[in-house]
């Protein structure tokens, strides 16, 4: 693993173990010492103890489990988080134990709201650290700056929030987070909310493109409560993430679902009609009907992560049934002639909305989609 520079504390001039474990007949001509200098090349590594977990070879480390209970990560309030023990649903404020972020491929993943952890009470009081992240299943990540960034772990559908205006609707971001969810095989439900600010019918053309390819799609208002229970229906017994941009009312339908929730809303800011980013860290909510929900910040863009442009058109689901039509193999369905899809489209089969979309993802320079590959360097 990387050390992180601020955490060391001595420089070594080079790493024994390392140079033996790569090339064994190195042993004989090693130094019997390793030297410890002031100078020298740093080396930035450091040794950690871990299994890799067999679903998502991701390192889980060996603790002592003695003293330790088990939870779940709530929220966050600056550097602590809150942790759910699972035996009696106490609340403990939990600091992260330095090596967990060492372990984590980007630091400000090394625990995120949604984790299942391993965390040590400190004696009787609320207070604790948290030793051990359990792998993740089921994350909305996205990517941002090039990196991963997990918005909340462990759930096992998605709702997309958009509104019908105030922000206006987009269907692109819809799509990526419909990418997202394919990617990561969970489930996703369109919420298009607000409906009390438009006409109907024009709603009624978004819901039938996405309902007719197979998603669950819902038109919701949280001032008139229209769709609110069918909403409630969908939420309870699962466990789910609600994502979407600022302002669309994400945090104003978990209250209308479940009243006792009380979260913080705003108003769409009149000037820009974006949303003032009310909701500043995910949290995961207990629903009084059964289930719990994670509510999300915000977000302006989403870049999709861990797809590379390849395999998007996979993830356009009603793509796969034209891709066999295509002449060429590789056909990237942008430019080439006898295109499955591209004839798919010309005559309607596909949605005219849904295939600028995969093309914005498969080319747009700007947004580069790139696969989830473990850090090599250093
Ligand atoms: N007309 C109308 N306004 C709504 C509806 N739902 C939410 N709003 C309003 O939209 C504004 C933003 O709602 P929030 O619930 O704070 O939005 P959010 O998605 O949680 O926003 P962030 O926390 O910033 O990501 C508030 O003024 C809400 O009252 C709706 O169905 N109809
Ligand atoms: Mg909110
Ligand atoms: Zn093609």
């Known amino acids: 693993m990387d050390l992180r520079r601020n955490r060391q504390t ?8 390392q140079q033996i474990l790569s090339n064994p007949e190195s042993a004989e001509d090693a130094d019997i010492r390793e030297r410890l200098t002031g100078k ?20 889980v480390r060996d603790i002592d489990l003695t003293g330790c209970l088990t939870g779940r990560v709530l929220s966050f309030a600056g550097l602590t988080c809150i942790v759910q023990s699972d035996a009696d649903r106490r609340l403990f404020e939990c600091t ?16 995120v709201t949604g984790d299942r952890v391993v965390f040590r009470p400190e004696g009787d009081t609320d207070q604790g650290v948290i030793e051990r992240v359990e792998p993740r299943h089921g994350t909305l990540s996205r990517c941002s700056h090039g990196k991963e960034h997990v918005l909340v772990a462990n ?72 769709g609110i229970p069918q909403l409630r229906q969908i939420l309870t017994g699962h466990e789910t993430a609600v994502s979407g941009q600022s302002g669309v009312g994400k945090s104003s339908l978990l209250n209308a679902v479940d009243p006792n929730l ?21 949290r995961l909510l207990p629903l009084a009907a059964g289930g719990w929900v ?16 390849e395999e998007v058109d996979g993830f356009f689901v009603e793509f796969r049934a034209f891709i066999p039509f295509c002449r060429y193999p590789d056909c990237s369905h942008v430019h080439e002639d006898h295109c499955g899809v591209r004839d798919a489209v010309a005559d309607g089969r596909i949605a005219r909305r849904r295939y600028d979309s995969y093309v914005r993802l498969r080319t747009d320079p700007q947004r580069p989609v790139r696969k989830n590959v473990r850090d090599t360097d250093g």
């Open 294 to 309: 994670a509510d999300t910040p915000g977000i302006r863009q989403f870049e999709v992560w861990d797809v590379t442009p």
């Open 10 to 17: 001595r420089v070594r001039q080079q790493n024994l173990t």
């Open 96 to 111: 992260i134990r330095g090596v967990l972020r060492t372990l984590a491929r980007d630091s400000r993943n090394a625990v």
């Open 262 to 282: 009380h979260l913080e809303t705003a108003d769409v800011s009149a000037w820009s009609q974006k949303g003032r980013h009310t909701t500043r860290r995910a």
């Open 155 to 226: 759930v096992d559908q998605i709702l997309i929030v958009a509104s019908a205006s105030q922000p206006e609707l987009k269907t692109n971001l819809i799509d990526r987070y419909l990418v997202s969810t394919e990617v990561n095989g969970l489930s996703a439900v369109i919420c298009l909310n607000k409906c009390d600010l438009v006409d109907m019918n024009t709603l009624h053309d978004v819901a039938h493109l996405y309902s007719r390819i197979g998603y669950r799609v819902l038109i919701t208002s949280a001032v008139t409560q229209e």
């Open 40 to 59: 020298g090349d740093l080396t930035r590594r450091r040794t950690i103890l871990a299994a890799s977990d067999a679903d998502t070879d991701a390192p």
